[in-house]
C-alpha cells in the first residue's frame, strides 16, 4: 500500500483484511492512524475487536474498502481502489446479491457460472443489444459480441474472441451464445441457412467431444477456433473449426464420478432402437469403456433424446443416413474392442480365448477377419536391418496395444466428423472478414498434472501473453489518443516461462530429443530437465521429495509435473499391423478413415505420424522408412505448431476476452466461494488487468461529467464558462499532489484511489449541506411547536379562568337557592306532622266508635238467626212425615199396575204366535216406522221446546233469586218484628244456614269462573303475544329475506355483469389476437411481395437485352369479380417461366420457395377469415334457426322440381333425338331437291314440327290451368299481407297471356344466361320478369336448336313460381293454425292458472291474499309488456325489412322502365305484341357526384393522382382524402354504367399503384400517413354508398341516391382493408424506426430536472452521459417529434380513432423501449432516475390532454413503466414494503419485478441498498402469480388496428377538381 493514501485512515474507515476462510474480510477502524503505529485497531462485522499487526519490514497499511455507492459496479476499473479485495468483493455483491453473472474488468468480461438456468439470452435480449455500444448496456456476453461484430463492420479488421476458464467454469456455454448471438443478428447471405447449421455443429461437438467430470456435467474435453465468415454486407457465409489436443485417454479411461464421451452413452440408451440393433449395444454398464467412471447417468440428461438432436444436427449439416450409421457402427466397435479380454498365456506372451463374443461383434462392425485381429492384438512385428520377425505381447502390452488403437480409431473418427462439419459449413461465397471464437481450456493444477495439463498450460502461458501485451498496449493508445505524458508501466512479462518451454534447449525439445532415443525413458528426459534448467532458470524447480518430478513457475501459480507417461504421449505410437488390418477392411468409414494412414498420427489430423510402423514389408523400403522418419513429427510438435497458427491468427485480429469463472466445485446455484473465485481470477489474468490499470490512471472522467458531478465542491466564484478550466482551478484547489491526476483532451485521468478522495469529499460536504439544512428545518419546526404550544397554552388559560368565573357565579346561585328550599322544606315537614297527628286521633275515634256499633249489631243478627233455625227445623220435619206417606201410596199403585200388565203380556203372546198378526204387524210396520220418525220429530220439538223452557225457567230462576235476595232484605227490616216470633227462629235460622251454604257455593263457582277467565285471559294475552312475537319474527325473517333475496339478486347481477364484462373481455382479447395474427400474416405477406418484386425487377434486369421477354400485364386479376391476390400469383408463375424460357444458371430455388410460402401465407390467411366469419356468424345462428322449418317444407317442393326436371330432360332427350334424326336425314340427301315436298327429310321435319306444335298445346293448356290456380289463390289470399310479394310475382306471370310470351320470357332468360357473370345484387323475380317481357320472339327461327329447350326452361320457371306461391300460401295457413292453436292453449293455460291462484288466494288470510294478488298482477303485467316489447320489435325488424324491400323494388322497377324506355324493341314485338302503357318513373338528368374518364386515360389518371402526387401540397391547400373522393367518383360513374370491366381495372389499379409508391417511399412518414387517410376515406365512401342499411343510417337522401346500384364490392372493401392495414404497419415502423433514437436519450439519459440525479464514476467502458451535450436528443425532442406526427395526420384527414390508435402505439413503444433499457442497465436503477422518469412520464400525459387523447388508451400502455419508476422510489425494507409493492406492482411480472430490485443501485450514500432477504420476500409473495417469465417487453408488438366506420357530410356534387392535379380529362356527370 503506498504512503500517499495514509490521510485516509481515521476512525470509522473501512478496510480489508487477510482471512483464510475468506480470503479478505472487512473490517472498520476503530482509532485514527498516525504515523508509526505498528497496529490498528480494528472493528470486524460480527462486532468482535481485533487488533491488526503492520508488517514491520514494509509496514504496508491494508487494503481501503470503495465507498458503498461504488459497490456491485458493472465495470471492475470503476471502482477507485484496484486491489484483488475489491475486485472479490465486487463480484460476490453481484453474483450473490443482485443475481448478475457478467461483469467488466476493463476489456475482459468476466463470466460466473451460475449453474442454473437464467432467462437472459432470449431473442428479446439480443435485439435489445443489437446495436447498442458496449458500456451503455449492462455487462452481458451479447455486448461483448455486438461490441465485435460492430468493430468488423466500422474498422474493416477481423475478430476473435477469447473464451477460457477451467473445466466447469462455462466456456461452451458463452461460446455457444456468441455465435447465437451471431447468428441471429446477421442472418445469412443465402437460402442454405448457414446461421443454423453454424448453431448445429454445438451438439455434434458435444457429443463426440464433451463428457462429465467431477467439476462439470458438460465438460469441453478439447479446444476448438471456430472462424464464422462475412460477406461484404456482414452476413454469416460460413465457417471454419480447428480443434486443439483432444483428451484420447478419457476413451479408455475415466476417473471416479466421471463419464466417457456422452455419444457412447447415447448409443448405449437408444440400443432398443430398430436401426441400432445390429449394432449389438446394451447398457453403458456392460461395457468396459463406459463404466469405469461409476457414473453413466446425468441427472436431468435424456441421453436418448440427446441422440436424437446429434443425428438431426447430422442431417441439418449434409451428413445422411448412411454415413451416421456408419459412424455409430465404428463407435460401437470401439465399445466392443474394449470388452476383448486379453489372457495371459505365459509370462512374455498373451492370448485371446477363442469365440470371444466382443471380438467377433467387432471384427463384423469393421469389416475384418476375426483371426488377424486376434494375432496383432497379442503381437507385434519388429523389424531389423535384414529382417522382420513377430513378437509376441505380454498381457499388458497387448491391454495397453487394444487401448491404443482405440483411442487412435476415436481420434481418427473426431477428425473425419471435424473434417466434414468444416465441408458443411463451408461456402462459395468470397469471404470478406470473420469472427472467431475461441474456446479453450484454462490454466489446470491438479494433485496428478500430467503432459495434457503441461500443453493446456503453456497454451494458456501463450495467450496470457498476447492478452497482456494487448491490454498494454490499449492503455498506451489512450494516453497517446488524450494526450497526456505516461511512463513504461511495469507488468507481468512471461516471456522467461515460455522460453523455458518451447526455446531451444527447452522443455519441448528436450523431450522429442528424448522421444528420438532408442532407449528413452521418462527419467532419463528427467535427469536431463534437472542439469539443464535447474541452476539456470529461476522459473524451473526440482521437488525435493521426487527425482520423476519437476515445478515451473507459471503466470498463475507452481505447478508440479510427474514425468510418467510424457514419452509415451508424446510419441502417441500405434501398432502398425494393427493399422493395416483396419485398412484392409470391408467397411468403407473405416478405410476412408485411414485413408491418410502413410501421414503422421495425431490428435488434430493436421501433421503427419508414425507412417513407418504400417509397413508389412519383410525387406523394408529405406527410402521410405528414412523418409517418414524424418517427416514424423511428435504431440509436442504439432500442437506447439498449431498453437504458434492460432496466435499468428489472434495477432492478426482485434480479441476481446471472456473469462469463466468456477463460484464452487459443488454445483451449488449462485453459492460464491471466496477461495476458488481467487485462484481462478489470479490464473484467468483479471487481477493483472487490474493491476496493469491500477499502476497508472485507471479512474478516468470526461470534464462535462466531472463538473456535473462534483459541481457540489465548486464555489460560485469558482464556475466559469469554459468548463475545462473551471475542472483544472477546482481539482488544483482539491488535490495538491499534481501526480495523482493528468489533463487530457477530453477526459481527467486520476490515480487509484483519488475518486474515493473527491467521493469522501463530496459525501462530506454533502453531509454537512444536509445538517445545515436539517438544523434550519428542525429550527423551524422547533418554533414553530413552541409557537403552536404558546398559543395553546394562552388559549386554555383564558377558557380556564372564564370557566373558574362561571362555577362561581353557579355556587352563589346554588347557595341562595338552597336557603330558599330548607325553609320551604321545614315549613312542609312540620305541616305534614301536624296533619299526621290530627288523622291519628280521628283514626282512633272512628275505630273505637265502630267496634262499639258492631258489637250490638252482633248481638241482634244472634237472636234473629235463631228464630229462622227454629223456622226451617221445624218445617223440615213436616215435610219428611209427608214424603212418606206419598212413597207407601205409590208403592201400592205399582204392584196392582203390574199384576194387570203381566196378564196383558200373556195375551199378546198368544196373538204373536199366529201369522195372520205376524202378517198384520208387517204391514203396519212402516207405518210404525213413519209414526216413529213424526214421534221423534215430535220429541226433538218437544226436546228443543223443553231446553227452551229450561232455558226460560233458569231466568225464571235467576230472577227469583235475585227476588229471594229482596227478600231477604226486607226480612232484615223486619228483623224488630221476627224478634216478637220466637217460634219461627228455628226455620229461619235453617233457612239461613241453607243460604249460606248456597251462598258459599255461588262464591266458589264466581272464583273459579273469575280463575278461569283470569287464567283464560292470561292464555290469551300470552298467546297473543307469543303470535306478535312470530308475527314480527315472521316479518323479520321476511324483510331478511327479501333483503337476502334483493342482495343475492343484486349479486346475481353484479357477477353476470362480471361474468359479461369477462367474457366480453376475453372475446375482445381473442379477436384482438385474432387481428393481430390476421394482421401479422398480412405484413408478412407484404414483405414476400416485396421480396417477390424485388426477385422480378432482378429477372427483368437480367433479361433486358434478351428476346422472347413476356411481360405480365399488371392488371392481371382472376375471371371473378372479386380482388384477388390470384393475380399476384400469376404474375409469379409467368416472371418464373419467362426466367425459365430465357435465362439459365439462375438459381430458382428462392422463387420456388417464395411462390411456396406466399401459398401457404395465403391459405393461412384465407383460413383465417373463414375462421373470423365463423365466429361472426355464431351472432347470426338464432336467425339461422328460423329458416330450418323453411329449409324442410323445400325439400318436398325440391322433389317436385327434381321429378319435372326429370320429365323435362328426357322430353329435351327426345327433341334432340328428333333434331338428331332430322340432321342425318339432311345429311343422308345432300342435293338440293332433299328438301322438296315429299322428301324424307322435309316428312321428317314435318313430323317434328307437328310434334312440337302437340306439345306447345300441352303446354299452353297447363298455362291456362296453372293461371287458373293462381288467380284463384289470390283472390282467397288477397286480404293477407304476407301475400304481398307473391302476389306481385303472380302478378306478374299472369300478364303472360300465352305460349308466345312464354317463349320470348325463355329467349330472354337465354340472354341473361350468356351475360358475362360478374358479383351483383341477387337477381330477384320482378327482375327477371321484366327481363323475360323485355326480349323480343323470333317466331321464324323458333324451331332451331335449343328453342324448345328454351321453352322448357320459361316453363320450369313458371311452374317454379307458382309452386313456390302455393308452398307459401301453404305455409302461412299453418303457421296462421299453429298460431291459433298455441294462442288457445296459451289462454287455456293461463285461465287454469288463474283458477289456481284464486283457490290459492282464498285459502289465505285477507292481508297475505290482496299482496299475493297485487304481486299476481306486477307479474302478468311484466309478463305482458314483455310480449308486447317483443312483438313490437319484431314489428319493428319486419317494417325495417320491408321498407328495405320496398326501396330496392322501387329502385329496381325505375331502371326496368327507365331500361324498356331507352332501349330498342325487336321488330318481332312490334309486329305480333300490343305495347301496353306502363307507367316508368323517369329519373333526374343532373347525375351528380360522378365523374366520367375514357378507358385509355386511366393510366393518365392513376399517375397524376397516386404516382405523381405530393402530399405536401394536397395536404395544405385541399380539402382532407380529395383523391379518395376523385377515385371513388370515378368508380361511382363505371358502376352507373355497368361497365363491370371499367371496376375491375380502377380498383386494381389504384390498388397496385398505392403499394408502389408505398416501397418507393415507404421511409417518409408524411407520404405513408397521407395514403393511409385516404384509403380509409376510400374505405368509408365504399361502405357509405353501398347501398347496406347499416352504412346508410347517416346519410342525407342526396347522399342515398349516390349509392351504387350494379356492384357489391363487398370482398373489394376487404382487399383494401388489408392493405389499410398494411399501410397502418408501415406507418408505426417508420414512426418506430423515427423514434427509436430518441426514447432512451430522451426518457432515461437527458435529465429532464437538473441536479436530481449525480453521475456515478464510469470504468473503463464509458457509458453515454446523461447531460444534454450537443446534438443529444431530450424530451423535447419527442415532444417536438410526436407533435409533428400528429399534426400531420390531421392535415391529412386521418380519422380521429384511428389517430388514437397510433398515439396508443406510440406511447407503448415508448414506454416499452424505456422500460427494456431501464432492466438492462444497472446505472439507471436508482431513486433519482425514477423521479425523473416519472416527470418525464407526467410530461407525455400532459401532451395527451393537450391533444385530447387522454381516454386513446395510451396512458395505460406507460402503465409497466409508470410502476417501474415508482418501485424505485418506494420503501423496500418491511414486510409492509413488500405488500405495497406487490399490490401496487400489477403490469410488471415476478422477473421484472425482482430485476429491478437486483439492479437498485444508490448514486449517493444517503441511499440505501435493497437486502436480499426482502427480494426473496417479494419472490415469496409473486409465487402465486400466472403469468409469463419473459423479462423484456415484445417492442415489436403490434397492436391489432380497426377502421370504424367514419361517414362523411361532403357531398358528392359539390366538389371540384383543381387543375394543380391535371385531371381536366376528368368530367363531371
Not at 159 to 187: C, L, N, W
Not at 1386 to 1399: D, F, H, P, T, Y
Request: a positive charge; hydrophobic letters at 35%; glycine letters at 4%.
Amino acid at each position: 500500500m503506498n504512503r500517499e493514501l495514509e490521510f485516509m485512515f481515521v476512525d470509522c474507515a473501512r478496510v480489508w483484511i487477510p482471512d483464510a476462510e475468506e480470503v479478505w474480510r472487512s473490517a472498520e477502524l476503530t482509532k485514527d492512524y498516525n504515523n508509526g503505529d505498528v497496529s490498528l485497531q480494528l472493528l470486524l462485522e460480527d462486532g468482535a475487536s481485533l487488533e491488526h499487526k503492520l508488517d514491520p519490514k514494509t509496514k504496508n497499511l491494508p487494503y481501503l474498502r470503495n465507498p458503498d455507492i461504488l459497490v456491485g459496479e458493472n465495470d471492475l476499473t470503476a471502482l477507485s481502489y484496484l486491489h484483488e479485495p475489491a475486485v472479490l468483493h465486487n463480484l460476490k455483491v453481484r453474483f450473490v446479491d443482485s443475481k448478475l453473472i457478467y461483469t467488466y474488468c476493463g476489456i475482459v468480461l468476466v463470466a460466473i457460472n451460475p449453474y442454473e438456468t437464467l432467462p437472459i439470452y432470449g431473442t428479446d435480449i439480443i435485439n435489445a443489444y443489437s446495436g447498442q455500444n458496449m458500456g451503455d448496456m449492462d455487462p452481458h456476453i451479447f455486448a461483448v459480441a455486438e461490441e465485435a461484430y460492430k468493430q468488423m463492420a466500422r474498422d474493416e479488421r477481423n475478430q476473435s474472441i477469447i473464451v477460457s476458464g477451467e473445466s466447469g467454469a462455462g466456456k461452451t456455454v458463452s461460446a455457444k451464445y456468441a455465435m447465437r448471438y451471431f447468428a441471429t443478428v446477421s442472418g445469412s447471405a443465402s437460402e442454405a441457412n448457414i446461421e443454423d447449421k453454424v448453431l448445429a455443429s454445438n451438439p455434434i461437438m458435444e457429443a463426440i467431444g464433451n463428457a462429465k467430470t467431477t467439476r462439470n456435467d458438460n465438460s469441453s474435453r478439447f479446444g476448438k477456433y471456430i472462424e464464422i465468415g462475412f460477406d461484404n454486407r456482414y452476413r454469416i457465409i460460413g465457417a471454419n473449426m480447428r480443434t486443439y489436443l483432444l483428451e484420447k485417454s478419457r476413451v479408455v479411461f475415466q476417473a471416479d464420478e466421471e463419464r466417457n464421451y456422452h455419444i457412447f452413452y447415447q448409443l448405449c440408451a437408444s440400443s432398443h432402437l430398430p436401426e441400432l440393433k445390429p449394432l449389438k449395444l446394451g447398457s453403458a454398464n456392460d461395457f468396459s469403456y463406459t463404466r469405469k467412471g461409476r457414473s453413466p447417468v446425468i441427472e436431468g440428461v435424456d441421453d436418448t433424446k440427446e441422440l436424437s438432436n446429434t443425428r438431426h444436427a447430422f442431417s441439418l449439416l449434409g451428413i445422411n443416413e448412411s454415413y451416421q450409421m456408419g459412424l455409430f457402427q465404428v463407435l460401437a466397435a470401439i465399445l466392443h474392442l474394449g470388452n476383448v479380454e486379453i489372457k495371459d498365456r505365459d509370462a512374455d506372451s498373451s492370448i485371446i480365448p477363442p469365440n470371444n463374443s466382443h471380438l467377433k461383434a467387432f471384427c463384423d462392425l469393421v469389416g475384418v477377419t476375426y483371426q488377424d485381429m486376434s494375432q496383432w492384438l497379442c503381437h507385434r512385428k519388429l523389424k531389423t536391418a535384414t529382417e522382420t520377425y513377430v513378437k509376441p505381447l505380454p498381457r499388458l502390452q497387448a491391454t495397453n496395444a487394444r487401448d491404443a488403437l482405440s483411442k487412435h480409431i476415436y481420434a481418427k473418427l473426431f477428425n473425419w466428423i471435424v473434417e466434414h462439419v468444416n465441408k458443411a459449413l463451408m461456402t462459395n461465397i468470397k469471404q470478406h472478414s470473420f469472427i472467431g471464437v475461441l474456446d479453450i481450456y484454462g490454466f489446470e493444477t491438479f494433485e496428478i498434472n500430467s503432459f495434457e495439463q503441461f500443453c493446456i498450460n503453456y497454451a494458456n502461458e501463450k495467450l496470457q501473453q498476447q492478452f497482456n501485451m494487448h491490454v498494454f498496449k490499449l492503455e498506451q493508445e489512450e494516453y497517446m489518443k488524450e494526450q497526456i505524458p505516461w511512463t513504461l508501466i511495469d507488468f507481468y512479462d512471461n516471456q522467461p516461462c515460455i522460453n523455458l518451454i518451447e526455446a531451444k534447449m527447452g522443455i519441448l525439445d528436450l523431450l522429442d530429443e528424448e522421444c528420438k532415443m532408442p532407449k528413452g525413458s521418462d527419467d532419463s528426459w528427467a535427469q536431463k530437465l534437472y542439469n539443464t534448467h535447474l541452476k539456470t532458470c529461476a522459473l524451473f524447480e526440482k521437488p525435493r521429495m521426487s527425482n520423476r518430478a519437476f515445478i515451473i513457475q507459471h503466470f498463475a501459480d507452481k505447478v508440479e509435473y510427474q514425468c510418467d507417461g510424457f514419452l509415451e504421449k508424446n510419441k502417441d505410437t500405434v501398432n502398425e499391423e494393427q493399422i493395416n488390418v483396419l485398412k484392409a477392411s470391408k467397411f468403407d468409414l473405416l478405410v476412408e478413415l485411414f485413408q491418410d494412414g502413410e501421414k503422421a498420427i495425431s490428435p488434430t489430423g493436421q501433421a503427419p505420424g508414425t507412417g513407418g510402423r504400417t509397413r508389412l514389408s519383410v525387406k523394408p523400403d529405406k527410402s521410405r522408412d528414412k523418409g517418414s522418419k524424418e517427416n514424423k513429427k511428435t504431440v509436442g510438435c504439432q500442437f506447439r505448431n498449431s498453437l504458434q497458427m492460432l496466435m499468428d491468427t489472434l495477432n492478426a485480429t482485434t480479441p476481446h476476452y471472456v473469462r469463466c469463472i468456477k463460484p464452487n466445485d459443488f454445483k451449488m446455484a449462485f453459492t460464491f466461494d471466496p477461495k476458488r473465485a481467487v485462484q481462478q481470477l489470479r490464473a484467468c489474468g483479471v487481477l493483472e488487468t487490474i493491476r496493469i490499470s491500477a499502476a497508472g490512471f485507471p479512474s478516468r472522467w470526461t470534464y462535462q461529467e466531472f463538473f456535473s458531478r462534483y459541481r457540489v465542491l465548486m464555489k460560485q466564484k469558482d464556475v466559469l464558462p469554459d468548463k475545462k478550466l473551471t475542472c483544472r482551478n477546482v481539482l488544483e484547489k482539491l488535490v495538491q499532489d499534481q501526480d495523482k491526476y493528468q489533463f487530457g483532451k477530453t477526459k481527467i485521468f486520476f490515480r487509484a484511489g483519488q475518486v474515493a478522495y473527491l467521493e469522501k469529499l463530496r459525501a462530506d460536504k454533502l453531509r454537512a449541506a444536509c445538517i445545515r439544512i436539517q438544523k434550519t428545518i428542525r429550527c423551524w419546526l422547533a418554533r414553530k411547536k413552541y409557537l403552536r404550544q404558546r398559543n395553546a397554552a394562552i388559549t386554555i388559560q383564558r377558557f380556564t379562568r372564564g370557566h373558574q368565573a362561571r362555577c362561581l357565579a353557579k355556587f352563589m346561585r346554588r347557595t341562595q337557592a338552597a336557603t330558599i328550599i330548607q325553609k320551604y322544606r321545614r315549613m312542609y315537614v312540620e305541616k305534614k306532622r301536624y296533619r299526621q297527628k290530627q288523622a291519628a286521633a280521628l283514626g282512633m275515634q272512628t275505630i273505637l266508635r265502630g267496634y262499639m256499633a258492631r258489637q250490638k249489631y252482633q248481638a241482634l243478627l244472634r237472636a234473629h238467626k235463631v228464630v229462622i233455625i227454629q223456622k226451617r227445623v221445624r218445617g223440615w220435619l213436616a215435610r219428611c212425615w209427608y214424603k212418606r206417606c206419598l212413597e207407601s201410596i205409590v208403592y201400592l199403585q205399582c204392584c196392582i199396575r203390574r199384576m194387570r200388565a203381566r196378564r196383558e203380556l200373556k195375551k199378546l203372546k198368544i196373538e204373536a204366535r199366529s201369522v195372520e198378526h205376524f202378517k198384520k204387524l208387517n204391514r203396519g210396520m212402516e207405518n210404525k216406522i213413519m209414526q216413529l220418525q213424526r214421534k221423534i220429530d215430535e220429541q226433538t220439538k218437544d226436546n228443543r221446546s223443553v231446553s227452551e223452557r229450561l232455558a226460560s225457567l233458569e231466568t225464571s230462576h235467576t230472577t227469583e233469586r235475585e227476588k229471594m235476595r229482596g227478600e231477604l232484605t226486607r226480612l232484615r227490616g223486619y228483623q224488630e218484628e221476627a224478634k216478637n216470633k220466637t217460634n219461627q227462629v228455628s226455620s229461619l235460622l235453617e233457612e239461613l244456614e241453607k243460604l249460606k251454604k248456597e251462598l258459599s257455593v255461588t262464591q266458589q263457582e264466581k272464583k273459579t269462573i273469575e280463575d278461569w277467565a283470569h287464567t283464560y285471559r292470561n292464555e290469551m294475552e300470552k298467546m297473543v303475544s307469543e303470535l306478535k312475537e312470530q308475527n314480527g319474527l315472521l316479518k323479520t325473517e321476511k324483510d331478511d329475506l327479501n333483503r337476502l333475496i334483493q342482495e343475492q339478486s343484486q349479486q346475481m347481477t353484479e357477477k353476470m355483469a362480471r361474468s359479461i364484462v369477462q367474457e366480453t373481455q376475453q372475446l375482445n382479447k381473442e379477436l384482438n389476437e385474432e387481428r393481430s395474427r390476421y394482421q401479422n400474416l398480412l405484413s408478412e405477406h407484404r414483405r414476400l411481395e416485396e421480396k417477390h418484386d424485388d426477385l422480378k425487377e432482378h429477372l427483368a434486369s437480367s433479361n433486358v437485352s434478351k428476346h422472347g421477354h413476356r411481360r405480365t400485364d399488371s392488371t392481371h386479376s382472376s375471371n371473378e369479380s372479386e380482388y384477388t391476390y390470384n393475380s399476384e400469383y400469376a404474375e409469379l408463375e409467368e416472371g418464373s417461366r419467362a426466367a425459365e424460357d430465357v435465362t439459365r444458371g439462375i438459381d430458382t430455388s428462392l422463387t420456388l420457395k417464395l411462390q411456396k410460402r406466399l401459398t401457404e401465407m395465403e391459405q393461412e390467411k384465407q383460413s383465417l377469415r373463414d375462421e373470423l366469419e365463423n365466429k361472426e356468424d355464431q351472432f347470426q345462428r338464432a336467425r339461422a334457426r328460423d329458416d330450418a322449418e323453411f329449409k324442410k317444407a323445400r325439400g318436398a317442393e325440391l322433389e317436385y322440381e327434381s321429378l319435372k326436371r326429370q320429365e323435362l330432360e328426357s322430353e329435351n332427350k327426345k327433341l334432340k333425338h328428333n333434331l338428331a334424326e332430322m340432321r342425318q336425314s339432311l345429311l343422308r340427301d345432300g342435293s338440293a331437291s332433299s328438301a322438296a315436298p315429299g322428301s324424307p327429310a322435309y316428312k321428317v321435319l314435318l313430323e317434328q314440327l307437328n310434334a312440337s306444335c302437340e306439345e306447345l298445346d300441352v303446354r299452353k293448356e297447363e298455362v291456362l290451368i296453372l293461371r287458373s290456380q293462381l288467380v284463384s289463390q289470390k283472390e282467397a289470399m288477397h286480404h293477407k299481407e304476407t301475400m304481398t310479394e307473391p302476389s306481385v310475382y303472380a302478378q306478374e306471370v299472369s300478364k303472360l297471356k300465352d305460349a308466345d310470351e312464354l317463349k320470348q320470357a325463355c329467349i330472354g332468360l337465354k340472354d341473361t344466361n350468356r351475360c358475362p357473370r360478374l358479383v351483383r345484387t341477387p337477381l330477384e323475380v320482378s327482375d327477371l320478369l321484366s327481363r323475360l317481357r323485355s326480349a323480343a320472339p323470333d317466331l321464324h327461327r323458333l324451331n332451331e336448336d335449343g328453342e324448345l329447350w328454351l321453352v322448357n326452361q320459361g316453363l320450369k320457371e313458371t311452374i317454379r313460381l307458382l309452386e313456390q306461391q302455393l308452398q307459401a300460401q301453404r305455409r302461412t295457413n299453418d303457421s296462421e293454425v299453429e298460431a291459433l292453436r298455441s294462442e288457445l292453449q296459451s289462454v287455456k293455460e293461463e285461465n287454469n292458472r288463474q283458477q289456481q291462484l284464486l283457490a290459492q288466494n282464498l285459502q289465505l288470510p285477507p292481508e297475505a291474499r290482496i299482496e299475493a294478488s297485487l304481486q299476481h298482477e306486477i307479474t302478468r303485467l311484466t309478463n305482458e309488456n314483455l310480449d308486447l316489447m317483443e312483438h313490437l320489435e319484431k314489428q319493428d325488424r319486419t317494417i325495417r325489412k320491408l321498407k328495405k324491400q320496398l326501396k330496392v323494388y322501387s329502385k329496381r322497377i325505375g331502371e326496368m322502365g327507365a331500361g324498356q324506355a331507352e332501349g330498342q324493341t325487336s321488330p318481332g314485338q312490334m309486329v305480333d305484341e300490343p305495347i301496353h302503357p306502363v307507367n316508368i318513373p323517369r329519373r333526374e338528368k343532373d347525375f351528380q357526384g360522378m365523374l366520367e374518364y375514357k378507358r385509355e386515360d386511366e393510366l393518365k389518371l392513376i399517375k397524376n393522382l397516386i404516382l405523381e402526387l405530393k402530399p405536401r401540397g394536397v395536404a395544405v391547400n385541399l380539402i382532407p382524402g380529395l383523391p379518395a373522393y376523385i377515385l371513388f367518383m370515378c368508380l361511382r360513374h363505371a358502376d352507373y354504367n355497368n361497365d363491370d370491366q371499367k371496376v375491375r381495372t380502377l380498383l386494381t389499379s389504384t390498388i397496385n399503384s398505392i403499394k408502389k409508391i408505398l416501397k418507393k417511399r415507404g421511409d417518409d412518414f408524411e407520404t405513408v400517413s397521407f395514403w393511409l387517410a385516404n384509403t380509409c376515406r376510400f374505405l368509408h365512401c365504399l361502405k357509405q354508398y353501398s347501398g347496406d342499411e347499416v352504412f346508410m343510417k347517416h346519410n342525407t337522401t342526396r347522399q342515398n341516391e349516390h349509392c351504387l346500384s350494379n356492384f357489391d364490392l363487398a370482398e373489394y372493401r376487404q382487399v383494401i382493408s388489408d392493405l389499410a392495414i398494411q399501410i397502418y404497419q408501415q406507418l408505426i415502423k417508420c414512426m418506430e424506426n423515427i423514434l427509436q433514437p430518441m426514447i432512451v436519450s430522451g426518457m432515461l439519459e437527458h435529465e429532464t430536472i437538473q441536479g436530481v440525479s449525480g453521475v456515478k464514476p464510469t470504468g473503463l467502458r464509458k457509458r453515454t452521459s446523461s447531460i444534454a451535450d450537443e446534438g443529444t436528443y431530450t424530451l423535447d425532442s419527442i415532444l417536438r417529434q410526436l407533435n409533428a406526427f400528429h399534426s400531420t395526420m390531421c392535415q391529412h384527414g386521418t380519422d380521429p380513432e384511428l389517430i388514437k390508435q397510433v398515439v396508443k402505439q406510440q406511447f407503448y413503444i415508448v414506454g416499452a423501449v424505456t422500460l427494456n433499457n431501464l432492466l438492462l442497465r444497472k446505472d439507471m436503477c436508482s431513486w433519482s432516475k425514477g423521479m425523473q422518469i416519472r416527470y418525464n412520464v407526467s410530461q407525455l400525459e400532459e401532451w395527451l390532454r393537450d391533444k385530447g387523447l387522454m381516454t386513446c388508451g395510451a396512458k395505460e400502455t406507460l402503465e409497466p413503466l409508470i410502476q417501474a419508476a415508482q418501485l424505485l422510489q418506494v420503501k423496500k425494507k418491511t414486510d409492509e414494503d413488500a405488500e405495497a409493492i406487490c399490490s401496487m406492482c400489477l403490469a410488471l411480472t415476478t422477473a421484472q419485478i425482482v430485476r429491478v430490485l437486483n439492479l437498485y443501485t444508490p448514486v449517493n450514500e444517503f441511499e440505501e441498498r435493497v437486502s436480499v432477504a426482502f427480494i426473496r420476500t417479494i419472490q415469496t409473495r409473486l409465487r402465486d402469480r400466472c403469468e409469463s417469465p419473459q423479462l423484456l417487453m415484445d417492442t415489436k408488438m403490434i397492436y391489432p388496428v380497426t377502421f370504424p366506420f367514419n361517414p362523411s357530410t361532403l357531398a358528392l356534387e359539390t366538389i371540384q377538381i383543381p387543375g394543380s392535379l391535371n385531371l381536366a380529362f376528368l368530367t363531371r356527370v
